[in-house]
C-alpha cells in the first residue's frame, strides 16, 4: 500500500505512532475543542507488527498510509482495543478487513462493546486484569482502569520499552505536528492537560487516585505515557502525573468562577461589580459571559476552584438557556469543594435565582450567602450591593480554602 505521504514516527525501540491529526474538530461530544485533537494508533514492532487502537472513521486511510511507511499492514498479526469508543474504534471494522489480523484483543467489558460495533465480523479475545500477554516475542501488561472513562477501558504496559499505552488517560485535546509533549508550549501542555481533565475525567477523580497509587505500587519503572490523544510524554512525567495527583483531589483553590448570562446588560453590570469585589479581597477571578464562553470553557475554570457563581437574568420564569446548559454539563461532571452564589436581574418575577439554588442543592454545591436579585437595571446602590455580596462569597471561600 502507497503510505501517500503520511509517515509513522518513531516512539520508542519498538514503537512507531501511526495515528491521525484533526485539525478541524472543534467539538467533542459537547467539549469545545479550539485546538482540534489527535487519535494516536501505535504499531509496535517485535517479531510481528501488533496493532494499539485505532482512529476515528474517517482517518482509516491515514493511519493505514502511516502503517505502510514501516510495514505491510497485512503483516499485522494482532490488533489490541483499549477502548471501544469510536474516537478509536470508529475505524477498528474496515481496518480488520483490511489487516485481516488472527487476534483481536479487548477488556471482557470491552468486548461487549465491540460486538455492537463490529457486528460479528471478528471474534475478540479477552484479557484479563492484570494479565501479561506475549505480543510479537514483547510482554504486555493489561490493567483494567473501568470508568476512566468508559465501562471498558483498560490500558497496558510494554516492558521492553518501559511504555505505558494510557488510552484516553493523560490525553489532551491538541492538534500538533509535534509529537512529543516536550516540543510543545509547556503553557499549552498544561491548559489543555487540564481542559481535558476538567471536562472527561472529573467524575472519576476517585478512581484516578486509585489508579495513580495502583502504578506506584507495582514499582515499574516509567520512561514513556503514550496517551490516545495529543503529545507523547517521555519526560517530566513525574510533572504529569502530579498534574493528575492534584486535579483528582480537588483541593479547593481561592479561585471563583463567575458565569453569567445577560439580556439587557444588567446582569452583566451585576457580574462585573461583584467580580471586581472578589478580585479586591485577594481571590482570583474568572469572569465567564457565556455569549462568548463555553461549558468547556466553564469546566476548565472550575478545576480546583472554591466557589461558583451564577448570574442569571429571568426569561419567561425560568433561568436563561445558556445557564441551564452549563448547568447541566457541570451535573454530569460532578465538580466537588465548591460553595456556590446565584444573582441576577430581573424585571417581572425572579424565578432565576431560586432555580440556581435549588441546583446547589441537588448538586451538593455548598451555598455560600443567599442569592442577589435586583430589578431591572442596577443603580449604585444596586452596585453597592453587588459588592458587598462579592466580598461575603469571598470570606466564605477564604474560610473555605483555609479549613
Ligand atoms: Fe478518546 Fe473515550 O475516547
Given at each position: ?11 520508542s ?7 491521525a ?26 517479531d ?52 485481516k ?9 470491552g ?17 484479563k ?62 491548559y ?35 496517551p490516545d ?9 513525574d ?31 451585576m457580574?462585573?461589580?461583584?467580580g ?24 476548565t ?49 425572579g424565578?432565576?435565582?431560586a ?13 455560600a ?5 435586583l ?26 480554602v483555609?479549613?
Amino acid at each position: 500500500m502507497a503510505s501517500g505521504g503520511f509517515q509513522a514516527r518513531k516512539v520508542s525501540e519498538h514503537v512507531w505512532w501511526v495515528g491521525a491529526v484533526d485539525w478541524a474538530l472543534r467539538d467533542f461530544h459537547g467539549y469545545s475543542t479550539q485546538r482540534g485533537s489527535s487519535y494516536n494508533a501505535y504499531l509496535v514492532m517485535g517479531d510481528y507488527p501488533v496493532l494499539i487502537d485505532t482512529v476515528k472513521a474517517q482517518f482509516r486511510d491515514e493511519m493505514l498510509a502511516r502503517i505502510a511507511s514501516v510495514v505491510d499492514p497485512a503483516d499485522i498479526k494482532v490488533i489490541v482495543s483499549h477502548h471501544a469508543e469510536m474516537d478509536h474504534s470508529g475505524a477498528l471494522p474496515q481496518t480488520i478487513d483490511v489487516i485481516k489480523p488472527d487476534k483481536v484483543y479487548a477488556s471482557q467489558l470491552g468486548i461487549k462493546n465491540l460486538h455492537a460495533q463490529l457486528h460479528d465480523r471478528h471474534e475478540i479475545t479477552a484479557v484479563k486484569d492484570a494479565e501479561v500477554l506475549k505480543l510479537g516475542g514483547l510482554s504486555f501488561t493489561f490493567l483494567e482502569t473501568r470508568m476512566l472513562h468508559w465501562p471498558d477501558s483498560m490500558i497496558s504496559y510494554l516492558h521492553e520499552d518501559e511504555l505505558v499505552f494510557s488510552q484516553d488517560g493523560f490525553g489532551m485535546h491538541l492538534a500538533t505536528p509535534r509529537l512529543f509533549a516536550d516540543e510543545n508550549d509547556p503553557a499549552v501542555m498544561l491548559y489543555e492537560g487540564r481542559r481535558y481533565y476538567a471536562n472527561i475525567l472529573l467524575p472519576y477523580s476517585a478512581l484516578v487516585l486509585k489508579l495513580l497509587e495502583r502504578i506506584k505500587s507495582l514499582g515499574i519503572s516509567i520512561k514513556t505515557i503514550a496517551p490516545d490523544h495529543g503529545p507523547v510524554w517521555r519526560k517530566d512525567l513525574d510533572t504529569l502525573l502530579g498534574w493528575y495527583a492534584k486535579w483528582a483531589t480537588q483541593k479547593p483553590e481561592k479561585r471563583a468562577v463567575i458565569a453569567f448570562d445577560t439580556m439587557w446588560q444588567s446582569t452583566s453590570l451585576m457580574a462585573r461589580a461583584i467580580g471586581d469585589a472578589m478580585a479586591g479581597e485577594g481571590v482570583g477571578v474568572s469572569v465567564l459571559p457565556l455569549q462568548g464562553s463555553s461549558r468547556a470553557d466553564v469546566m476548565t475554570e472550575l478545576l480546583c476552584a472554591g466557589a461558583l457563581l451564577i448570574g442569571s437574568p429571568t426569561i419567561n420564569n425560568g433561568m436563561f438557556p445558556t445557564i441551564a446548559d452549563v448547568l447541566t454539563y457541570a451535573r454530569g461532571l460532578k465538580p466537588k469543594n465548591l460553595i456556590g452564589a446565584a444573582f441576577g436581574s430581573y424585571g417581572w418575577s425572579g424565578e432565576a435565582c431560586a432555580q440556581i439554588e435549588e441546583y446547589f442543592r441537588q448538586t451538593g454545591v455548598e451555598p455560600a450567602v443567599p442569592s442577589l436579585r435586583l430589578k431591572f437595571v442596577p443603580d449604585e446602590t444596586g452596585l453597592s450591593q453587588c459588592r458587598e455580596f462579592g466580598k461575603a462569597v469571598a470570606a466564605k471561600l477564604q474560610g473555605k480554602v483555609a479549613a
